[in-house]
């Protein structure tokens, strides 16, 4: 029987010498067609640096997770739209 891997993606939502915030998309292999979204922040000057929080955990539908997609890309648009009016004005 193969192996099926749940994907699991990491990015940095921000990053400094002294903290770590990160978006990581999971799937979930018990409930098919749900994703699990989980913003965690990492202190560096901590007592331990090396912990994880848990800021933000939230199971989703892959469709909504497409629209979350879409919003970001429509609000990334406009902002580009609207910084490139400024930067022309």
């Known amino acids: 029987m ?14 400094s010498n002294t903290f770590i915030e990160t978006l990581t998309i999971n799937s979930i292999e018990a409930q098919p067609g ?4 989980t913003v965690k922040t990492q ?3 901590a007592k331990n640096p090396d912990e994880l929080q848990v800021k933000f ?3 989703v539908s892959e469709s ?3 629209e ?13 739209k609207r910084d490139g009016d400024t930067k022309t004005s």
């Open 2 to 15: 193969p192996s099926h891997e749940n994907p699991t993606f990491t990015t940095f939502l921000s990053q």
């Open 34 to 37: 749900l994703v699990e979204l």
């Open 43 to 45: 202190f560096l000057t």
């Open 57 to 59: 955990r939230a199971c």
């Open 64 to 66: 909504r997770l497409e």
């Open 68 to 80: 979350l997609r879409d919003s970001i890309t429509q609000f990334l648009e406009i902002s580009q």
